[in-house]
């Protein structure tokens, strides 16, 4: 509406100048004159016109008595109120509009700004200017072109059409059309603009940007980028100096290089740290190597993240810790943990230790963990026999590695290099200082320490070499890093996953789940402390379910619930889907097995070190079992209740099934249509409120009810729960508190049947 009042103002300017009084100009001096009577025009050298608070002045001028006009030629000056001057090489000026009419080397200066062009039309009264010709405004570090211009000098205001450009110290502005303000250096855009900077760009078609503070409001089709980086808003607004930035609405941050695109409705940007945070309903995609057929045409499989808040961040990757590939150790290499564990709860036999059966390589081991020389290690060890029982070190804590402690105490030898240089230095006295110290500069290979060049000699100082660190590359490489907050999801087509928080870098391409993770993968769900998921060459490439790991696998047409459980598991993927697993410490397994008919013969429940699993078809195929293997088999007809490893978790109610449940969340179950109450039971007779609690809900997860105490085989750690054998089609769960699906071990009565090694 503001451009419109200017506009309007332009289009009425000739009807307030004809309501204007007329005033005669006035000439004030002139050198000499011609004067042609019969026309009534003199010819003037040098003359001084003067009307209002205008002066006037040229070279020469034909003057107009009667019309009330004059031309003037060369060297053309005006003086309004000296406040704005204005130059050329030839002028029209019509005293009753008090329009002039300026060509050639028109220069226009109105306090702090400088407009420049061949053709200007000036209004003597209204104090504003019009080119259309091309024209150039120089305002202090403000450079300022356009092929039309309307210059307000009363408001100081400025309107440029057409191919206007816009040179600062810090941007470049490209615009169809433009108002600048000299006295607040505000910059207003009213169709398709540019700001280029030293190193990123916005186009906008709606907006304001201020010269000197920076600041900046876009309202329109606006798109920022710098570099691979790009982000998209219906509103952005930018302080230029401090670096921050701020989106609203329909937000799209996309980076091509790491194929990453964040979308969001509230957005925060942060340039020096070069990071973007998306508060209101965030998500993200990430670009992957996978594709899917979807209508018989190949699609790329991107994999897709939700949650509370996201945040994107290039940070020096010398910073970040780094998740090499999963390396499984071989079956023989036991684990420092696992060794401990095995020592707990086992009596061994005292073992008495001596020098005698102390290997040498042992010996050389603990001397030079301890810092000891070779004269220490070959020093013999005495008759202090140490006798090694459960809990000794806890009995007397002073035995701290005493094999490599004799019992006299051995004395410290004087260092004799130093005593020597010392004794050097005493001898050769105040001459042979300098001597002295440009051999101890000469013995320390160029470590020298630049505080003592102001006491050394000239060519001394010369021969040092430079006291400086060599710059890496490395150390400047910024890397990607993405985090999640709250309520995260995550959705590919074959993987999906939920937790409380995630850190993703693409420098080790790896992602980790925090706090409640759940990760699923076709007929499999792993939870546990922490998951890390890695990608490799943007595929599927391992995953590790740290501490507390349990794995469930469901096979698509089976209620049986296969189960997994260790302190690590260790999976690989090939081709996207799970190929292997290992799982160590403690490791656990329920596993049911088939015959050629599909047919569930027997349940194995096993305890091991170690389980291998292969999968095949999205289903477990084979369990090896390695080292120190128990386990019992129960046939499926003497199997009269399911049972779950402590720790059990099956939460498909939880699993994004969709990129739209990742960005919109998992719909709300609808409440249930409330019921009129019946008088009475249909089965009992007796009022419903008397059956309330006795008919069992459907569709209840059957690892909620665990209130049955019958007796079968467990695991003789009591690692196991027991809960009663539900139908097929009460697999589906619903939603329910989490806290009353957990399996409660205190009502499982243990029973006589042990696990038999095997």
């Not at 910059?187 to 190193?199: L, M, Q, R, S």
């Not at 190949?298 to 910073?319: I, N, R």
């Not at 320390?444 to 710059?471: C, E, H, N, R, W």
């Amino acid at each position: 509406m503001q451009i419109l009042r200017y506009f309007l103002i332009l289009l009425l300017l000739p009807f307030s100048v004809l309501s204007q009084q007329k005033t005669k100009i006035n000439v004030d001096s002139w050198t000499t004159s011609r004067v042609d009577a019969k026309k009534n025009i003199s010819y003037l050298k040098n003359p001084v016109f003067r009307q209002d608070n205008a002066t006037l002045t040229c070279d020469s001028a034909v003057f107009y008595i009667t019309e009330n006009v004059f031309d003037a030629y060369r060297n053309v000056h005006i003086n309004q109120g000296d406040t704005i001057n204005i130059y050329s090489d030839y002028l029209n000026y019509n005293g009753n509009t008090k329009i002039a009419h300026l060509t050639e080397n028109v220069k226009m200066i109105d306090r702090e700004s400088t407009l420049t062009t061949n053709i200007l039309d000036y209004n003597m009264a209204t104090k504003y200017g019009t080119y259309i010709t091309g024209g150039k405004i120089v305002s202090k570090d403000v450079t300022l072109t356009s092929k039309n211009g309307y210059y307000f000098s009363n408001s100081r205001d400025a309107f440029f059409r057409y191919n206007v450009v816009v040179v600062t110290p810090e941007t470049v502005i490209n615009s169809d059309t433009l108002r600048y303000n000299t006295l607040t250096n505000w910059t207003y855009f009213y169709g398709p603009t540019n700001i280029k900077g030293k190193d990123d760009n916005l186009y906008t078609e709606n907006g304001a940007y201020n010269t000197k503070t920076q600041y900046a409001y876009f309202g329109k089709k606006n798109l920022y980028t710098t570099g691979s980086k790009s982000l998209k808003g219906d509103s952005l607004y930018y302080d230029g100096i401090a670096g921050y930035g701020k989106a609203v609405r329909n937000i799209i941050f996309k980076d091509t290089t790491d194929k990453m695109v964040m979308y969001g409705q509230l957005g925060y940007y942060y340039k020096i740290d070069q990071k973007t945070i998306v508060t209101k309903n965030p998500y993200v995609g990430m670009g992957t190597a996978d594709s899917i057929k979807v209508n018989d045409k190949l699609q790329p499989d991107s994999l897709w993240m939700g949650a509370d808040t996201l945040e994107t961040q290039m940070v020096l990757k010398k910073t970040l810790t780094l998740i090499s590939s999963p390396v499984i150790k071989k079956d023989n290499e036991l684990g420092e943990e696992e060794k401990e564990e095995k020592k707990v709860g086992f009596s061994k036999p005292k073992v008495t230790a001596t020098e005698e059966n102390i290997s040498e390589k042992k010996q050389k081991r603990l001397d030079k963990r301890n810092g000891k020389g070779k004269e220490a290690a070959k020093l013999p060890l005495k008759n202090d026999k140490i006798t090694l029982g459960k809990d000794s070190l806890a009995k007397d804590s002073s035995l701290k590695d005493s094999l490599a402690i004799p019992k006299k105490a051995i004395p410290l030898l004087k260092d004799s290099l130093l005593v020597s240089k010392a004794d050097s230095l005493t001898k050769k006295g105040k001459d042979s200082t300098g001597k002295v110290l440009k051999s101890t500069l000469q013995l320390a290979k160029g470590k020298i320490d630049t505080t003592l060049k102001g006491k050394l000699p000239k060519d001394q100082i010369k021969s040092l070499p430079k006291d400086t660190v060599p710059f890496n590359p490395q150390d400047t490489v910024r890397t990607r890093v993405i985090k999640a907050y709250h309520n995260v999801r995550v959705y590919k087509s074959n993987m999906q996953a939920t937790a409380d928080s995630l850190f993703y870098t693409s420098a080790d391409s790896t992602l980790r789940w925090y706090r409640d993770p759940i990760l699923w993968s076709e007929g499999s769900q792993q939870t546990g402390d922490t998951i890390y998921l890695q990608l490799k060459n943007k595929k599927l490439n391992a995953v590790q379910v740290i501490q507390n790991a349990f794995l469930v696998n469901v096979n698509a047409d089976s209620a049986r619930y296969n189960q997994i459980k260790g302190r690590l598991i260790t999976a690989f993927f090939k081709e996207g889907k799970l190929q292997n697993m290992f799982v160590d410490g403690n490791a656990e397994s329920i596993f049911f097995n088939q015959n050629e008919k599909k047919i569930y013969t027997d349940m194995n429940q096993t305890v091991s070190s170690r389980l291998k699993v292969l999968f095949k078809n999205k289903e477990i195929a084979k369990i090896v079992i390695i080292r120190e293997p128990e386990g019992v088999r129960t046939p499926i007809p003497e199997l009269k209740e399911d049972v779950f490893l402590t720790g059990f978790k099956w939460k498909p109610e939880l699993r994004p099934l969709s990129k739209k449940e990742v960005i919109n969340g998992k719909p709300k179950a609808k409440a249930p249509a409330k019921k009129a109450t019946p008088a009475a039971s249909k089965t009992t007779g007796k009022p419903a409120a008397a059956t309330k609690g006795k008919t069992e809900q459907k569709g209840t997860p059957v690892d909620q009810r665990d209130t049955v105490k019958k007796a079968t085989p467990v695991l003789k750690k009591d690692s196991t729960a027991v809960v009663p054998v539900a139908p097929r089609t009460e697999v589906t769960p619903i939603k329910t508190n989490p806290d009353t699906t957990k399996v409660k071990t205190d009502t499982i009565k243990p029973v006589s049947a042990p696990l038999k090694k095997i």
